[in-house]
């Protein structure tokens, strides 16, 4: 990795961090004033939308702690370090948005089956707040994004918990106006839905990652045929590619060439060919074996 690439990756992660704990910060203080207007007005669109603020609590905590694990060194143990860390991180954050989907499911049925009165200009307000708070996070989040799965997941989380303020100050708005009370149950299943949609999707990336499945946009035949255009590059094979962390992908080849080299001419065309493969591609961490004729029996 060049001085200049592992600087601005080490510029990002530390934007990413602020970010984090900032969004973490608004979001539980806004959690516990949700919860209890919740309670105090009746509302199961707030309940439902403080526990899925406590999840985003819960993503944002275990994002910074994946984040942290990200940027430690290798070590002996760990050679590459625990980059793979972030990505476990959006996994189970998936897993809580998933859990808390079913708590939210069984408890609208209910309201949906016998609605209780709802305070809807308290429900409103309340819910106008919280799409601020959420809105600014978002707004945090996005800008720190870069091509992070972790970052990614906590941004989800905020964004639904956006469009779940926006269906419980509809709700509000309903009740003010219609007195319509299963309107706070309907806005329940709203947020039920968003949170499915958005947890089912961070898991399929994250366990696919983990599965060292090719990075997300990096197409392996692109890649290869940029290869063998390469003047001294008569095939490849064995060719892999892959993501250390969700924004960091690898790659391994053995690349034959059109004739023997000395170590030294070896080592040229290599570096020219990591060098196409960070520019074109951005993959930085590329292990390519050098041969003079194709292995006899590849497996």
Not at 172 to 186: C, E, F, N, R, S
Not at 254 to 281: C, N, Y
Request: aromatic share 4%; glycine share 8%; charged share 15%.
């Amino acid at each position: 990795m060049s001085h200049e690439s592992a600087g601005h990756r080490h510029d990002l992660r530390a934007h990413q961090s602020r970010a984090l704990w900032i969004s973490l910060a608004a979001n539980a203080a806004f959690m516990v004033v949700e919860f209890v207007a919740g309670l105090t007005l009746g509302s199961l669109a707030l309940i439902a939308d403080a526990g899925h603020m406590l999840s985003d609590v819960g993503a944002l905590a275990v994002a910074l702690v994946a984040h942290k694990l990200l940027v430690r060194p290798p070590t002996d143990r760990h050679t590459y370090g625990l980059q793979r860390a972030e990505v476990v991180g959006a996994q189970l954050n998936a897993v809580l948005l998933l859990a808390l989907s079913v708590w939210l499911l069984v408890e609208a049925s209910q309201r949906l089956r016998s609605p209780e009165e709802v305070a809807g200009t308290g429900l409103a307000l309340v819910a106008l707040l919280g799409l601020l708070v959420n809105l600014g996070s978002v707004f945090l989040l996005r800008r720190a994004q870069g091509s992070s799965l972790n970052m990614r997941a906590a941004l989800l989380h905020m964004a639904l918990d956006a469009a779940g303020s926006v269906a419980a100050l509809v709700a509000g708005v309903g009740i003010i106006v219609w007195g319509a009370d299963w309107l706070d149950p309907v806005a329940s299943l709203v947020i039920v839905g968003l949170v499915v949609w958005s947890g089912a999707r961070v898991l399929v990336e994250a366990t696919h990652v983990l599965l060292e499945g090719a990075p997300r946009g990096l197409d392996v035949r692109t890649v290869e045929r940029a290869l063998v255009a390469d003047v001294a590059v008569d095939s490849i094979h064995h060719l892999h590619l892959w993501n250390l962390a969700s924004d960091v992908p690898a790659l391994s080849a053995h690349i034959v060439v059109g004739s023997e080299k000395t170590l030294h001419e070896a080592q040229l065309h290599s570096d020219r060919l990591k060098s196409m493969l960070h520019e074109r591609f951005g993959i930085e961490h590329a292990t390519l074996e050098l041969e003079c004729h194709s292995c006899a029996h590849e497996v």
